[in-house]
């Protein structure tokens, strides 16, 4: 780090679980940093995010316009059964989407386009009334897994972010949600929801800056995700 040099290290982890740690020196100010993130179109914008908008306070279903299924997801869909089904979906939503197939005739995929996207508004809305516990398990396989039971287990091991969180000294400046739409190497397209808080801390020590991301859904592969962003000073 004192030479300028960016440290990335793949932390040990278990249970099918995936844990990355980064830094870098920056010469960049707390509400720079505070800036980059609200503008997270911006801050993500690379080859593997494919499209990417952040949601307006209150969302709407226009900030969902963008949201397109690729063909082989909405194929995918047809063959849908709760226990067995391609996308990470919960039981109201295979339900739901598969009746739209059913009733759609020749326009299906773009009635199930829209479907879809009515179902991500409702798991925001959801989501800003009852929490992340409230939002219902994935049903894609046999035994269903619920994304706030693998998420509290993310942050029973993270226990630096944990005792910040319960703290007094940090003030939210902002939070907002996302959705986006990325692909890694040669895997499907995975489009997910995210929740994002920005904090600012009134402590000498410790992080200047404070963002926690929390995903709530994601099409593909993840059943849960914790993001944290620490600006702290040299």
Do not use: M
């Not at 020590?205 to 404070?210: R, T």
């Amino acid at each position: 780090l004192t030479r300028g040099e960016a440290v990335v290290r793949v932390l040990p982890s278990e249970d099918g679980e995936l844990a990355v740690v980064a830094a870098t020196p920056t010469t960049a100010r707390p509400e720079a940093v505070t800036s980059w993130f609200g503008a997270v179109a911006d801050l993500k914008k690379s080859e593997f995010v494919l499209a990417i908008r952040r949601i307006a306070d209150p969302p709407t279903l226009q900030d969902f316009s963008g949201v397109q299924l690729d063909d082989g997801d909405l194929d995918d869909l047809r063959r849908c059964q709760p226990g067995d089904c391609d996308l990470k979906l919960s039981r109201a939503d295979i339900v739901a989407l598969r009746q739209v197939v059913g009733t759609s005739g020749s326009a299906w995929k773009e009635a199930v386009q829209v479907a879809f996207r009515e179902r991500l508004l409702g798991r925001v809305h959801l989501y800003q009334t009852e929490g992340l516990q409230a939002l219902p398990p994935y049903a894609d396989r046999k035994s269903p897994v619920s994304p706030n039971d693998v998420f509290a287990r993310l942050l029973t091991r993270s226990p630096y972010v944990t005792s910040l969180l319960l703290s007094n000294h940090l003030e939210r400046v902002d939070t907002f949600f996302y959705w986006s739409k990325e692909r890694y190497g040669t895997g499907k397209a995975v489009i997910s929801l995210t929740h994002v808080d920005t904090f600012r801390s009134s402590l000498s020590s410790g992080p200047e800056v404070l963002v926690v991301s929390a995903e709530l859904f994601a099409t593909h592969y993840r059943t849960a995700s914790l993001g944290v962003t620490a600006l702290t000073s040299d």
